[in-house]
C-alpha cells in the first residue's frame, strides 16, 4: 500500500520508473495534505477568545476535514489501482475475434473506471475547497496562511485529478459518458480557479502591511 510508506519512500517511488504511483496519486496527496491543513486551522481556532461565536462551525470543519482525508487517503491507492487494472487489460489475450472482443470491452470498462475515479478525486478537492474558504474568512488570522496553502493544495487535486480525467477520455468509446465528464470537469475547473483566486484575495488583502 502506497500509503503505508514513509514520505520520503513515496516520493522516491513517485521518482522511479514505473507509471504509478503518478500524477493521480499525487492529486489525491495533495488533496489529503489540504484537508490536513484545514482541520489544523478549525483546530486553532476553536476556543480561541474572539472566535467564540464560530466554535461550532470550527468543530464541524474539523470533522469534515478529516473526513475527507481519509478519502483522499484511500484514492492516492485507488487511482493507482486503476491505472493497474488497464494496464492489464491490455495484456489480456486477443488471438482470436473473441479474445479481441473480450480484451477490447474489459479496456473501456477499465478506463471509464480510471476516469471516474479521478473525477471523484475532483469532486471532493472542490468541496473542500469550500469548507477552506470559510476557515479562511472565520478562522484563526493567526493560521490565515495556513488555510490559504491548504487551498491552494486543494485547488491542485481539483485542477491535477481533471488531467487525469480528460486523459482517458480519450481512449473511451462512449462519447455520451465521455461527454458528461467532461462537460462536468471543464466546469469544476472553473469553479476552482474562481474559488482560489477569491481566497488569494482575501488573503492578500488581511497581510497588507
Do not use: W
Amino acid at each position: 500500500m502506497l500509503v503505508d510508506l514513509t514520505v520520503k519512500e513515496f516520493l522516491n517511488k513517485v521518482a522511479g520508473s514505473d507509471p504509478v504511483p503518478g500524477g493521480g496519486s499525487v492529486a489525491a496527496l495533495n488533496g489529503a495534505i489540504a484537508a490536513s491543513l484545514a482541520a489544523m486551522v478549525a483546530g486553532l481556532t476553536e476556543g480561541k477568545k474572539g472566535y467564540e461565536e464560530h466554535l461550532e462551525l470550527m468543530q464541524r470543519i474539523r470533522e469534515l476535514a478529516l473526513q475527507s482525508q481519509t478519502s483522499f487517503i484511500t484514492d492516492i491507492d485507488k487511482d493507482s489501482e486503476a491505472y493497474t487494472q488497464v494496464f492489464a487489460c491490455y495484456k489480456m489475450p486477443k488471438a482470436t475475434d473473441e479474445e479481441k472482443k473480450l480484451r477490447s470491452e474489459a479496456i473501456q470498462e477499465a478506463t471509464k473506471y480510471a476516469a471516474l475515479v479521478p473525477m471523484q478525486v475532483a469532486r471532493n478537492g472542490f468541496e473542500l475547497m469550500e469548507i477552506i474558504a470559510d476557515v479562511v474568512r472565520l478562522g484563526n488570522k493567526n493560521a490565515i496562511t495556513d488555510a490559504c496553502v491548504a487551498m491552494m493544495s486543494a485547488r491542485t487535486a481539483v485542477i491535477a485529478a481533471l488531467l487525469n480525467v480528460r486523459i482517458n477520455l480519450g481512449s473511451i468509446k462512449d462519447k455520451e459518458f465521455a461527454g458528461q465528464l467532461l462537460e462536468e470537469a471543464n466546469e469544476l475547473e472553473v469553479n476552482a480557479e474562481a474559488k482560489e483566486r477569491e481566497t488569494l484575495h482575501v488573503v492578500h488583502s488581511e497581510l497588507t502591511l
